[in-house]
């Protein structure tokens, strides 16, 4: 499986804000909010149109923890979808099994909920899924293989996550390790801060 392995703490630095979800890069962020290297604080330099539009989708990408094959993929996907091109592509990546296992709290990472479902600990609809990009429908069941539900990683990830999901798309069941996909939500109610706009055109171009 194609990954990033490289420090991610570089990765936050360079767009200013933690896009991992982790608390550990809200305190590195609080500490040097600015880009690493040896020039990073004293960087002025005016970012071009095309820059411009390159961070916003390495934004996303990267928020998402994909690879650039994969996130074009996704986006040629969308624009055949009908309708708006960049709500299409944050709802595909929104349905990502993956995705859905750390929204639910069962992973406290994109990158663990890819390792969990990697190695078989997640099932659908009864139903064990290790292909992280298996994209969940309305009405999915997702939960912890019963096998795997006494996994101290899972377990802490349930015990500091919300007691019911904060996203009103999700309906979380902790006492039993599971969740359900209930809609697939609108863009605008999907927590990312980038430009779709700015993704549309980079690839239009």
């Known amino acids: ?13 360079r767009f200013g804000e933690n896009i991992f979800g982790t608390a550990k890069y809200d305190r590195i962020l609080g500490k040097r909010k600015y880009p690493s290297g040896q020039h990073g604080r004293m960087m002025r330099r ?3 149109d095309y820059g411009l539009h390159l961070k916003e989708k390495q934004k ?14 996704y986006f040629v996907k969308a624009a055949k979808a009908g309708g708006v091109t960049g709500d299409n592509l944050l709802q595909l990546l929104e349905r990502r099994l993956d995705n859905v296992v750390y929204r639910l709290g069962l992973a406290n990472t994109r990158m663990q909920a890819r390792q969990f479902v990697n190695h078989g ?3 659908v609809n009864s139903k064990k899924v290790d292909i992280p990009s298996f994209l969940c429908k309305e009405g999915d069941i997702i939960e912890v293989r019963p096998k795997s539900r006494s996994m101290k990683m899972i377990i802490d990830s349930l015990d500091s996550s919300e007691s019911t999901s904060p996203y009103s798309w999700l309906t979380i069941d902790k006492e039993n390790m ?5 809609s697939i939500p609108a863009a605008s109610e999907i927590p990312v801060t980038v430009d779709l706009r700015l993704i549309v055109e980079f690839y239009s171009k």
């Open 1 to 13: 499986m194609a990954r990033y392995t490289g420090p991610k703490a570089k990765i936050c630095r």
């Open 60 to 73: 996303l990408r990267l928020t998402y923890c994909l690879m650039e094959k994969q996130f074009k993929n």
């Open 121 to 123: 600990h997640i099932m």
């Open 178 to 182: 599971r969740g359900s996909f209930d």
């Open 46 to 48: 005016k970012i071009s």
